[in-house]
């Protein structure tokens, strides 16, 4: 009843607002409640009424807290041992009842439990336990981290080793390698105290091993390159171990051990399976190489068929030919000829590189890609193709046939039938050059003269041939007119040009064959040929400084070539410079020790600066490998005069005059 009352006096306040037809947007924004009105909450006697009713159930308040102006909270029934019921008659939420307390069923899944402990308050977060503590920080002094660290370290060190031997630091490599196995002996040792064989790292110790085997190889320490692949290859816990027997056999081979490298390229072929077919391929041919070392060809023979029937490439086609014609066999030999130059070579370089339409951005995309890292391998392999295809015509002509002509007549034959029908003007120009070595002088024009009619580029190499043949037989009409030819046909030919620029030299204009000879070389900057020929033509023209320049070029070209070296030190000669000069010479007798004309030279020099008994050393010298010198014996009869040695020079004015006679 006390209930009502105060619910009904409380509905007194309640004022419900009227209803207005007035439809005012701003309307009832300032009106509230007065329930929630809580300036005159001293002044309601029903509010007093119901905080004195419950005021009387609480625990007595506490003392304040010592220091502080403001006395604790309250504290809530929660705790207390009373059960508080609600107006409805049950028990309150958050209350005790019979050692269980009623739970707060909208909060239950924060963490409130049914059997709370008695006196415990309700903290789903479990704010009450203070902050988490810290995570435990890694100690560097751990067992654990010293292992990680020690690894790491291992593995630096393999990978420095590996930096050194691609820079060309072998034995810096080789000495990272020793130190990286032995700090992975100290950490297997360490790991091994600690924790059980199944977790030592295996992928590590074999790397270290391979690569310490590989840095051996590498400084050429073959024994200890040996043991050390044994130790991998004999530990069966290593699953690609075997493998390994190729390097084992690469080893034998370049020992030429070959018996034990055909032994282990078995073993290893043995433990490859035939997915891995390149790498069967290349074991087969090792084999094959090691039969023909061993001059067993008939082994190497069915080695090179397999590969053959299996994989064709031009290598193993070649070693093929080289086997049947080192057994005498012609008949095979055309056969495997036929097998060769029936390889893909796989290179479509012509069409790719040609434009079909004249759109700028494609052409400027074309060109950019002719001279790419792709198209340089495709130059690579097709020169190597046309390697081993001439190489091969010119070693099986003889032998296939009567003759040499007739055989390679049906090289030639054989080759335009296949794709490589291009070479097969290359191979009667070679077919001319072969008869020149052979002295044969008129089969090579008649063979040259076939190629008058040829398109621009085989009718310039013919042309060409042509006028040198001419100009060393001292017919510089005609060796003109197939110069001329052979320029006219390709401009950038710089052998054509060298010709031109050697016939015009032997009229006696040589400002226009120094031309042709610059024009040569800025088609081919390595064309020693075109700048001896400009060096010479400088020299001759008295211009020292540029055929000096000329020749210290090709000196860098060709460091070991006699005539190089001869020219510079007769320029220095001309230049008065008479140590550098000498220098050069005895550069020169370093190449040529035995070249009388070069040691009179020296010897020459060296009189000239006073030296007496160097140029007696070297006239001596000149004498004793050409005693027919009319110089060199009155230089040294004259000697033997000054230091009173008379009867020795009458024993050289008297050969002198057994020559003149």
Request: proline residues 3%; charged residues 25%; aromatic residues 10%.
């Amino acid at each position: 009843m006390k209930f009502n009352n105060v619910y009904r006096k409380m509905m007194q306040n309640v004022h419900l607002a009227p209803e207005n037809n007035e439809d005012d947007l701003y309307s009832g924004y300032n009106d509230y409640n007065p329930m929630f009105d809580t300036e005159d909450l001293e002044n309601d006697v029903a509010f007093q009424q119901a905080a004195r009713t419950s005021h009387g159930r609480r625990p007595p308040v506490t003392a304040k807290i010592p220091g502080t102006s403001s006395p604790r909270p309250l504290a809530t029934g929660f705790g207390s041992k009373a059960t508080l019921t609600s107006s409805m008659g049950r028990p309150m939420t958050g209350t005790i009842q019979d050692g269980v307390s009623r739970p707060m069923t909208a909060v239950q899944a924060a963490g409130y439990t049914k059997a709370a402990v008695r006196g415990s308050s309700f903290d789903p977060l479990g704010q009450a336990k203070g902050p988490a503590s810290p995570l435990e920080k890694k100690t560097s002094d751990s067992v654990e981290e010293k292992m990680r660290q020690l690894e790491k370290k291992v593995n630096d060190l393999v990978e420095e080793s590996c930096v050194a031997n691609s820079c060309g630091d072998l034995k810096l490599a080789l000495d990272k390698a020793k130190e990286a196995g032995r700090q992975e002996r100290e950490l297997l040792r360490q790991r091994e105290q600690i924790t059980p064989p199944e977790s030592i790292n295996l992928d590590l110790t074999y790397t270290v091993l391979l690569n310490l085997a590989s840095q051996y190889v590498a400084n050429e320490m073959y024994a200890e390159a040996l043991t050390t692949y044994q130790v991998i290859v004999k530990n069966k816990m290593f699953s690609n171990g075997g493998i390994l027997k190729v390097n084992m056999g690469n080893i034998y081979l370049k020992q030429r051990n070959y018996s034990k490298a055909i032994k282990f390229y078995r073993m290893a072929l043995d433990q490859i399976t035939s997915s891995h077919k390149q790498m069967r391929i290349k074991i087969m041919e090792n084999i094959g190489v090691a039969f023909i070392k061993t001059g067993q060809y008939v082994d190497a023979i069915s080695s090179f068929e397999e590969i053959m029937s299996i994989s064709p490439n031009l290598k193993a086609g070649f070693n093929l030919i080289l086997c049947y014609f080192a057994i005498g066999n012609g008949e095979q030999m055309k056969k495997a000829f036929k097998n060769l130059i029936e390889v893909p070579l796989e290179v479509d370089y012509e069409e790719k590189y040609i434009s079909l339409n004249e759109d700028l951005h494609t052409n400027l995309l074309i060109e950019a890609i002719k001279n790419d890292s792709l198209s340089q391998i495709e130059r690579e392999r097709k020169s190597l193709a046309e390697e081993y295809i001439m190489t091969a015509a010119k070693l099986i002509a003889p032998a296939i046939e009567t003759s040499f002509a007739v055989g390679y007549d049906w090289c030639v034959d054989a080759v335009k039938a296949s794709h490589y029908v291009e070479l097969a003007n290359d191979l009667e120009i070679n077919k001319a050059t072969t008869y020149l070595r052979q002295q044969n002088f008129n089969q090579a024009l008649e063979t040259l003269k076939m190629f008058e009619k040829k398109d621009s580029r085989v009718k310039s190499a013919a042309a060409t041939n042509l006028s040198f043949l001419y100009y060393l037989g001292n017919e510089l009409e005609q060796a003109t007119n197939y110069a001329d030819l052979a320029v006219n046909s390709d401009r950038y030919n710089p052998a054509a040009l060298t010709n031109k620029g050697n016939t015009v030299f032997a009229n006696g204009d040589c400002e226009k064959a120094a031309e042709f000879y610059k024009e040569a070389l800025r088609n081919d900057s390595f064309c020693t040929e075109a700048l001896y020929n400009l060096g010479l033509t400088y020299k001759k023209l008295n211009r020292i400084d540029e055929a000096l320049d000329c020749f210290l070029k090709l000196h860098a070209i060709l460091p070991n070539s006699a005539q190089v070296l001869y020219q510079l030190a007769s320029i220095y000669q001309i230049m008065e410079d008479p140590n550098q000069a000498i220098e050069w010479l005895l550069q020169l007798i370093s190449v040529v020790p035995t070249d009388p004309h070069v040691l009179s030279k020296l010897g020459n020099l060296y009189d000239t600066e006073g030296d007496k008994s160097q140029a007696f050393h070297y006239y001596c010298e000149s004498y004793r490998y050409f005693p027919s010198n009319i110089e060199v014996i009155e230089w040294l009869g004259a000697y033997y005069i000054d230091t009173q040695f008379c009867e020795k020079a009458i024993e050289y004015f008297e050969r002198a005059a057994l020559i003149l006679m």
